[in-house]
Each structure stands twice: as C-alpha cells, then as structure tokens.
C-alpha cells in the first residue's frame, strides 16, 4: 500500500534521489563514534539541532493554550501547566530544553573552535553560525517575558536596560523592544511576535543556510 | 551426472525463515526511533487534544423569575449563570423568552435562531411569531418553525418550584 502510493508520486517526480542523497552519504571515520570514541564530539551540532525541533514543536503546542496580554498572560501559563493534560511536561520541555540547546551549542562551537574547522573555505560557515547563536539569545531573551511572572518581568526590565546603556542608539533600542514608555502590554505582545514569528524565521533560514553549506563544502578533515 | 546433482542438492544450505542482519538492524534503529519520536510527540498531542476529554460541564438550574409574573404572552427575561472558559471565569447574562401554554404550563426558549444563529424577538412585525431580523425566519409562539429556519427553537429545561422559574441548560424543543 505504502509502497504503491511511494511508487506512483516516485514515477512522476523522480523523488528518490532526493533522500537518497542524504542516506547513502557517508559519515568519514573520524567524525563516527563507533571508529574512534571521542568522536562524539562531532554530535553536538546534531543534538543542537533535535532539541531545536523539540523546542519549536513544543511551542507550537504551548501557542494552543497561551495568551500574550498582561492580564490573562500569567492566568493561561498556569492553567495549561495545571489543568491540562501533560501541560507540566510540555511546557517543561521548552523551558528545559531552552537551556539544553544553548548548552549543546556552546560545546559545538567548541568543538568546532578546537578542531579549526572554522578556518578556510569554512569561514562564512562559522559567521552563519555565530548568527543563529546570536538568535538563539534573542528567542531566550523575548520567551522568557512570555509567563509575565515577577522574575520575567525583572529579567526584562534589566535586559532593555542594558540595551538602553548602548551610546548614541541605546534608548531607541530601548524604545523599540518596550513598544512604549513600560515594560507593559506592548513589551508582551512585542516579544509574543518576536519570538514566535520572526526569530523562527529568521533560524530557518540561518540554519538551512548551515546545513547547505556543510553539505556543499563537507565536514573538516581528522585533525 | 546425476550422482553429482544430488550431490549439490545435499549441500544447498537450509532455508530457514530468518531475518537478515540488515533487517534486523533496520527493525532495532526503527523501533527505537519510533520509540523516541513517541516520547516527544506523544505528550504534545495529548496536550492539544485535552478538550476533547475533559468532562463537560454541567449546567445548574438559575433562578430567573417568579411563575405569576409568567403571562400567556411571551415576555422577555435576563439571567446570569457562571460560566469557567479555561482561565477566563465570568458571568454572561444569557435571555430566555418565557410564556405560559395552552395547556398551562410555563416553558422558556432559547431566542437564537436555528437558521444561522441570530437573535429572535418576539412580535417584531405584529404577527404574534418570533422573528428573526437577519433573513426573516418565523416561530410561533410554541418556538415551531414557520419559514426559513429547519427546526424549532431550542427550550430552556424548566424547573417550577414554591413559585420560582428555574431555568437549566438548553434541551431540543418539546412543544412542535
């Protein structure tokens, strides 16, 4: 059944080769865990890439009960932590694993660091990199506003104020992220958009970027 | 000649029904794989699909009005019920249209249209029916379906005690 239905779209569209591109390519020795142990330090940027998918499916499903407004805000964290049905663990893997993707990014920027495989023909590779590090900051920084919880509120209220002490642009910065004069109802629905709509948008593309590029140019060789 | 076939036939290895090392690999990886996705997967779906299993709530009987003020001709009445939406609790005033029938007994519909949900009022054009103002559907006064709309009126279920209405959640129409 499965197979007939594969078969009739494969004959059309010739999609075969496609997935075959990626399943017959071979992992070299020295980046395969079973020829040389320490090798698992090649994993990292694959970890980071799974708890990513985790992060963003677990917050397309958290969207299914949250509000962003400052009333219900707080109200609708705790009732879908609460009440619903495995709301704990949901929402415990998005706030767990939000630590976990920049814990296994910073040892595969390590990794890549120690090994040189950011030097020549990887430079642009390294930069695509640093800017999806850099947007991983940003949806830590816009999520955690999301519960409207004291610690929340404060966390914000420093960061934009750090943002602020930048000279001559600080405070449109500042003006820009607060949406107003307070950390208030347009901070929420500023960092609702900012981290549900545009940094995943803009990590997509980052990420597609480094993953062609890897694929195009292969991994480093041993060291 | 033939002494030499049946001795290939004697050394044929013997065809047992076993997986092969690369099945058996696909199988494990698979399993496991499948195994993981559902870990992650699971939870989320049970989460999203939380209002499907939930019990829904009961609805109370509201006081709404004493049986005398309750007159032959439809009258209009407002009651509030508490309602829990999620993390939202208010206090919605919902109205029912309650008169008393031939046969005497009080009994209280539901003035949302069962055409396409409008609100219904009572004698808006003199012709002692419920109409509706979106696209004209009719009622009688018993809440049966004259034009345009394909069933009757919802009721209020009814309760008559020591002289007080008491209206409870909305049940299909009894009268038509």
């Known amino acids: 059944m499965f197979k007939n239905v594969y078969n009739w779209i494969d004959e059309r569209l010739d999609i075969t080769p496609l997935w075959r591109d990626v399943a017959d390519h071979e992992v070299p020795e020295h980046v395969n865990p079973a020829h040389h142990f320490s090798a698992f330090v090649y994993c990292f940027g694959g970890l980071t890439f799974f708890i990513t998918i985790i992060q963003i499916l677990s917050g397309m499903f958290l969207t299914l009960y949250y509000v962003p407004d400052i009333i219900n805000a707080y109200a609708s964290v705790d009732y879908l932590q609460h009440q619903v049905a495995f709301g704990q663990i949901v929402r415990g893997m998005h706030h767990f694993g939000a630590s976990l993707v920049i814990v296994m990014m910073f040892l595969h920027t390590l990794r890549v660091f120690f090994t040189g495989s950011y030097k020549a023909p990887r430079e642009m590779n390294w930069v695509v990199g640093m800017l999806i590090f850099f947007i991983m900051l940003g949806l830590g920084f816009t999520g955690y506003l999301l519960p409207w919880d004291n610690k929340a509120y404060y966390a914000t209220k420093v960061g934009v104020e750090i943002a602020a002490s930048v000279p001559v642009i600080g405070s449109y910065i500042a003006d820009f992220l607060y949406g107003g004069d307070i950390v208030g109802a347009q901070t929420l629905t500023r960092f609702f958009a900012i981290h549900v709509f545009f940094l995943p948008g803009a990590l997509i593309a980052m990420l597609a970027a480094h993953f062609l590029m890897i694929r195009k140019q292969g991994i480093s060789g041993p060291l | ?176």
Request: net charge neutral; with cysteine; proline share 5%.
């Open chain 2, 1 to 176: 000649m033939s002494n030499h076939e049946q001795h290939e036939t004697a050394h044929r290895p013997v065809q047992r029904k076993e997986m092969s090392r690369r099945q058996f690999l696909s199988y494990t990886l698979g399993g496991t794989t499948a195994f993981m996705m559902g870990g992650a997967v699971l939870p989320m779906v049970r989460f999203a699909v939380d209002p499907l299993l939930t019990k829904k709530g009961e609805g109370n009987l509201v006081k709404v009005v004493e049986e005398s003020r309750v007159t032959a001709e439809p009258q209009e009445f407002k009651f509030k019920i508490h309602q829990i939406d999620g993390w939202y609790e208010s206090e919605p005033e919902l109205v029912a249209w309650i008169s008393r029938g031939n046969d005497g007994k009080v009994f209280a519909l539901s003035p949302v249209c069962k055409h396409l949900g409008c609100t219904i009022f009572w004698n808006t054009k003199g012709h002692n029916e419920y109409d509706c103002p979106c696209h004209d559907a009719r009622y009688s006064k018993d809440g049966k379906n004259l034009a345009v709309a394909n069933s009757p009126l919802d009721e209020y279920e009814v309760v008559v005690d020591n002289g007080i209405v008491y209206l409870g959640p909305l049940v299909k129409n009894t009268r038509s």
